[in-house]
Structures are given as C-alpha cells and as structure tokens.
C-alpha cells in the first residue's frame, strides 16, 4: 500500500533494503498461538487494537514516497487473551552479559505476570544453561523475591553465554510445563530464542517465546532503544571527564578511554556528543590508520597542549591484526583484541620519537558501566517493557521480542533482528556532529596522496603539513571548517 494513491499520479514506493536483501510486509508479521478467547484480568484504561501499526520509516518526501506496509505491531494488552492466566505458568531467563536494568526487567515481568493472576512464574538461573538437562532448577519467583531486587546491579537470576539444543530446552519447558518464556537478553539470546521457537512449532506446542531487548551497544536492528543504553552513555560521559582532567592537569596530556562498543559506535558516539570534552572518537563504522590519527594527535597537542580520545571496543580491527585472531565466544561473537592497550603502546612508542615529551592515561570503564544500577530513564524504561512483554504474550504472541520505535513499543519478528545489525550512520546527522564538535577535521582515515596534492593546488600559499590529515587550512566533507575551542 502507497503513501499515495496511483490515481493521483504519484511515484510508487521506492523498494526498502537492508544487508540481506529487500524487506515485504510479510517479514513484519508477528506468529500468534490462536484465537483468544479469554477475558482479561489485568485492569486497563486503554486497550490495542490489534491492526494498529507503527511505520518502518517516517521520512518522505513527494518524490520519495514511503510503503507503509512496511510497519510493526504495536505491543501492549488486548481485550481478550490466549492463556488462562489461573493455568498459566510463566518462565524467565537472562542470558549473555551483564546490563543495568536486567533486575528492573524481571521486577516489571514478575509484577506484571502476578498482576494477571497467573498460577506461578519461575525464574531459570544462568542463562540457557538453566534450560539444560543438567541446568539448575528454576525459583520460584513472588513480589517478595523481587520487591527490592531492582536496587542491585547484576541479575539475581543470574547468567550464562553459549547455546544449549533446542530440543532440549523444551524438554524442560514441557516438565514444568511453562505457557510463556521470556528470554531478556541480545542479539544472540534472541537467536537461541528463534530456535526454541521454531523447535516449539515443530511440536505444535502452545507455548509463547517473547524476548526483550538486553545490549548497552544498542545495536540491535529494527530497534531505535535497549535497556542499558542510556545507563552506558552516562557513565561513560563520567569516564571521558576523568579522562579530560588527567590531560588538562599535565602538559601535553593525553586521556585515552575505551569504551563497549563491538560492532557499533553507539555509546562512544553518544558519549562524545554528551561530553563535550572529546577530541578524537574512534568507532568500528569508521576505518583509520595510526599514521593518520598520530598526525591528529600531534596537531591538537600542538595547538591546545592536551587531547582525550575516545575508542569503541570494535575500533581498528583492521590494524590490530597481530591481536586480532579469528576466534568467537560461546555466544558467536568475534573476539578482538585490545584495542586501548593497544593504542595506548603506539601513541607512547610514536611521541617517544617526537619532541613532545607526553603523559597519557588509560581508562577502561566498561565492567563497571555494566554492573551498575541502571539511570532513571532506564529504570521507567525496563517497567515499560516487562509491562508490554507481559501484556502481549498473554495474547497468544511469539516468536518476536518487544522494541521501541518511532516512540512506540512494538513486536518486532525474532527473524527481522536476525537481518544484521544496526550501525552508527557515518554519513548521517549524529556522526556528522560528532564529527563538528571533535578536533578531528575530517574522516580520521585521511586522505589519499593524490587527494592531497589537489588540496594544495586548490590552497596555495598555505603552510599545510605533508603528515597531517587535521590542519585549519583543510576543507572538510562532513566537519566544521575550524575546530572548538575547548575549556
């Protein structure tokens, strides 16, 4: 269906794609286990109508006309339900890495799922593990078990990394003969969770699979908000202002801070932004060579006498080959090496051979970030979110996990997140910021020779240094012309 009416003469949508080809309306179809035809329990001043949607995309223009067939479900609580909650038996579990708000996300779900009158609700202890023939047995999960468990960092359920069959995991369900499992975790806890949900429909069992959203990268696709975000980002920003004032405090001082960031440059990018006091970002979208980013460094020294740069985790996986094996974790994910020791032994080995005489320090915030109590954002965030997985999976949904998009909650398809993976726009308006308010004039991979020689044709007269991609006198793509001044 187009924004437009073909009687109006008007150009078709324009087909939308991302890394595994192009989307149809078909990929955003939640599974749903039947019909419902139970009442609910669970008082409600607003109910959701099951055909309300919330577009993919929001920009268009009369050229570029959006489909808006290419939209979610909204997730929330319908008039009528699938389960008998007085039947039903609810099972959590938290998996992957550690994440402010997991607690917070198991309080809203225990609440919510009590608030249906459900018959109990247990919690798997250690991730997929719990799920194993050999895994823990579950707790039992009541308002006094989690009334408090939202001050302590962590999850009480405790967690794991690495995939158990999922043959086997159902076998577990059906001997405790769970209704609903919520699986909180990223995006690899969401894979396990496809394939428990695809072996639960092989089975033809009526049981519902919904999972919520766990990464502080914010990096999972189709979802503009995680839980932990916004925690990481804050915290962060308490790192890069230590950083900042270890390098002001010492003549041509140098904070390095790395932060998470694997595969995407969310929290360093957003951290940069909320800082102020970043000079150089570095983020895995965006390639650099050490020659390029030494020759930055050097030139900020020169001219303001200090410099903070921040590192995601996943920066320079190309030049850190020599640490960079092809190994993944138990959880698939690739095992790089480290990037901030890394470029802290470069940085000292390249000023040793300079005049600048240098003192740098190395922060590295990201077990803390991880551990803490979540922000209060996150905090009203994580309710939000138990409530809406809980509302929904008493309605029969499954096979999707509930995200955040367009400020909406919606039910996005286990299968649609597994696409890939969202990543830092480096030609959108948010790096381009970062880009502006940082030292760094343009991409830090800098610019081919021949690049170079058309610069200086194009700005003779000027004194620009053959070794520096950052100098006042360059013209930048995507950056402000002149540099800030800092504190």
């Known amino acids: 269906m187009s924004l437009y009416s073909e009687t109006e003469g008007r150009p078709k949508p324009l087909p939308y794609a991302d890394e595994k080809g ?6 955003f179809v939640v599974s749903t286990l039947g019909e419902c035809t139970y009442e609910t329990t669970r008082p409600r001043f607003a109910f959701v109508d099951d055909k309300q949607r919330v577009l993919l995309q929001s920009h268009y223009t009369p050229t570029k006309p959006i489909d808006t067939s290419l939209a979610f479900e909204v997730a929330g609580q319908r008039e009528r339900m699938f389960f008998d909650p007085h039947n039903t038996i609810v099972g959590i579990v938290t998996c992957g890495g550690l994440c402010p708000g997991l607690n917070d996300v198991v309080r809203a779900l225990t609440y919510a799922s009590l608030n249906y009158n459900v ?8 991730g997929y593990h ?14 006094r078990q989690v009334n408090t468990i939202h001050d302590l960092g962590g999850t009480v359920l405790g967690s794991s990394r690495g995939p158990i069959p999922a043959a086997e995991m159902v076998e577990t369900l059906k001997r405790d003969k769970i209704n609903i499992l919520f699986t909180i975790g990223g995006d690899g806890t969401q894979r396990g969770a496809q394939m428990l949900f695809e072996e639960i429909t092989r089975q033809k069992l009526p049981i519902a699979v919904v999972g919520i959203p766990k990464t502080i990268d914010n990096d999972i696709l189709y979802i503009s908000r995680t839980f932990g975000f916004d925690t990481a980002v804050e915290q962060a920003r308490v790192a890069i202002s230590c950083a900042h004032a270890e390098a002001q405090s010492a003549d041509n001082g140098i904070g390095l801070v790395k932060l998470m960031g694997r595969d995407s440059g969310f929290i360093a990018a957003k951290a940069t ?3 102020g006091d970043v000079n150089i970002c570095l983020i895995p979208e965006e390639p650099f060579t050490l020659p390029s980013l030494m020759a930055n460094i050097e030139n900020r020294l020169v001219h303001r006498g200090h410099c903070v740069i921040v590192v995601a985790e996943g920066a320079g996986v190309d030049i850190l080959k020599e640490f960079n094996s092809a190994k993944t974790d138990s959880s698939g994910n690739t095992s790089y090496g480290d990037i901030g020791m890394f470029l802290k032994s470069e940085i000292t080995s390249y000023f040793k ?10 922060i590295d915030p990201s077990y803390t970030i991880r551990s803490i109590k979540p922000t209060s ?13 809980v509302d929904s999976a008493m309605c029969g949904k499954t096979g999707c996990i509930v995200g955040y998009w367009g400020e909406s909650f919606t039910l996005v398809p286990m ?3 597994a696409r890939g993976r969202k990543k830092v726009d480096v030609k959108g308006h948010m790096w381009n910021t970062v880009k502006q308010m940082t030292w760094t004039m343009q991409p830090i991979g800098g610019k081919d ?3 170079k020689e058309k610069e200086k044709e194009k700005d003779e007269g000027s004194e620009l240094s053959s070794s520096s991609t950052c100098s006042s006198s360059s013209t930048p793509s995507s950056a402000a012309t002149h540099p800030p001044t800092p504190l």
């Open 273 to 275: 932004l909320a800082s």
């Open 415 to 417: 299968k649609l997140i």
């Open 130 to 143: 719990g799920l194993s023939k050999d895994g823990h047995p579950p707790v039992k999960l009541e308002s």
């Open 449 to 451: 020779e021949k690049s």
């Open 22 to 27: 192009v989307l149809s309306a078909d990929d």
């Open 377 to 389: 954002a996150d905090a009203a965030f994580c309710e939000e979110l138990g409530n809406k997985a």
């Open 119 to 126: 018959k109990k609700v247990l919690g798997y202890r250690y």
């Open 353 to 362: 051979k300079t005049k600048l005489g240098i003192t740098i320090k190395y």
